[in-house]
């Protein structure tokens, strides 16, 4: 077969490679498979069939950080659970984002105490919060498709 | 005569000197022993036929600051054939509270007495491996002494969004 036949009449579609990329990289973001609180039930129902987070291409729930482009902050983190999870981060290939979800993850909520840290921000650097204790999985998806926006404006010169 | 009187009769009986006191609240009874003779009281309680309390259940800690003895230790120890539960307590002093560690008796003493350890400040004796089990490694103080600061954050709202926006330390890729 040849190019000609292949092509038929569909014709020519121009484009920007930073438009291609970037919708290939929204289209297939991976998250790290863990969860640290309450707020991983509601991520793992965001996984499961009544929200099915496979309509946005991030069905695959990767348990090693290595095959991993997003990391989904699920629950409150401790001081000792900090360097673990900067750890985590720091493993992950370029390029990453991360969600922080829920408020403990965000700004500890109602944890305001020695134990926790207070907004994981201080460890990671956040592209989304999003609020509620814990979000629903409607909250979770909107954090998705406002990550999506994010990625999909993302400027050849950054990650160049 | 219940199994809990025959024990605290044995007990008066074989330690006169290290049995402190007895104290009742709402059918549970309270044994406050002599931290010297604790270790001997456990052994004979575990071993005596009679006895045979053979569950230690769990290990607390309380601190009574200001109250000197500031400390005090809670062992909730169990006879698993005749249903009944026994709390000993040890008083101990608020500079250098040392206790002896009965892991030695009851092997499920090992981690709450580290937690002891942890939380509280309360060293043990003769404990075979006396690390921290909660907070990390590298922590200094002890959390639930009542001195202990809670480390509290000032919360951000909007009328201080920007000022502690401009201290707050975020982290880099």
């Not at chain 1, 695959?60 to 985590?88: C, E």
Request: glycine fraction near 8%.
């Amino acid at each position: 077969m040849g190019a000609e036949q292949k092509l038929g009449n569909m014709g020519v579609v121009t484009t920007s490679l930073e438009t291609v990329v970037n919708w290939g990289r929204a289209g297939a973001i991976w998250p790290m498979l863990f969860g640290l609180a309450c707020c991983a039930m509601e991520m793992i129902a965001t996984q499961a069939g009544t929200y099915d987070a496979s309509r946005f291409g991030m069905e695959l729930m990767r348990a090693s950080p290595r095959q991993a482009d997003l990391m989904i902050v699920a629950g409150r983190v401790t001081r000792k659970m900090a360097p673990v999870l900067r750890r985590l981060y720091d493993q992950m290939p370029d390029p990453k984002w991360v969600i922080s979800m829920g408020d403990c993850a965000s700004c500890s909520g109602v944890f305001n105490n020695y134990a926790l840290v207070q907004g994981v921000d201080e460890v990671v650097p956040v592209d989304v919060y999003i609020a509620g204790c814990p979000p629903r999985p409607e909250a979770l998806i909107d954090g998705f498709l406002k990550l999506h926006e994010k990625v999909r404006g993302e400027k050849l010169a950054r990650w160049a | 005569m219940s199994h809990l009187e025959r024990t605290i009769s044995a007990l008066q009986q074989r330690f006169p000197h290290g049995l402190l006191g007895t104290a009742e609240f709402r059918g549970d009874i309270t044994l406050q022993i002599d931290s010297a003779s604790l270790v001997a009281v456990c052994r004979y309680l575990r071993d005596e036929p009679t006895l045979c309390y053979n569950v230690l259940v769990d290990i607390g800690a309380v601190d009574y600051s200001p109250q000197e003895p500031r400390f005090a230790l809670f062992y909730i120890v169990c006879a698993l054939a005749q249903n009944t539960r026994l709390r000993l307590k040890v008083l101990l002093p608020g500079t250098e509270p040392v206790a002896p560690s009965i892991s030695g008796i009851w092997p499920s003493a090992n981690w709450p007495e580290r937690e002891a350890f942890d939380m509280m400040g309360i060293g043990f004796e003769g404990h075979p491996d006396l690390r921290r089990i909660l907070m990390p490694a590298d922590w200094e103080g002890h959390p639930h002494r009542k001195d202990y600061p809670l480390g509290y954050e000032e919360v951000q709202f909007t009328f201080n969004k920007r000022e502690i926006d401009a201290r707050k330390k975020y982290a880099t890729s």
